[in-house]
């Protein structure tokens, strides 16, 4: 089992920006990659950004040049970065963490940006 903590989220006005914390215990060892997700009301669940445990990064082109994925590896904590924010970004983004056949799921933490 792997548990995944979210922290960071909030209010911000356009244009600001928020960093989201995802610490991760238990079985993390074979975990192959960390990612954000995100989902606003109305909308399905779509992948932000992923981290792959070679370090390779990769990013839906509504967020590449504004957020930034990053890990701690000693702290077992993965980032999210997010710079110049938009409205459209307002979600409730979750951190997940994938093995070869299983997926774990964070509670999610709100971030919402105001006009």
């Known amino acids: 089992q792997v548990q995944l903590v979210e922290s960071g989220g909030g209010l911000v006005q356009a244009g600001g920006s928020l960093r989201l914390s995802c610490a991760a215990s238990?079985?993390?060892?074979?975990?192959?990659?960390m990612g954000w997700y995100r989902q606003a009301p109305g909308k399905q669940r779509e992948l932000v950004a992923t981290i792959t445990k070679g370090g390779t990064t990769n990013y839906a082109d509504s967020v590449k040049g504004r957020f930034t994925i990053s890990r701690d590896i000693a702290k077992n904590t993965v980032y999210l970065q997010m710079n110049s924010l938009k409205p459209e970004d307002t979600a409730v983004y979750y951190c997940n963490a994938k093995k070869v056949v299983v997926a774990y799921w964070g509670q999610g933490t709100q971030v919402t940006v105001s006009s």
């Open positions: 238990g079985s993390i060892l074979s975990i192959n990659a």
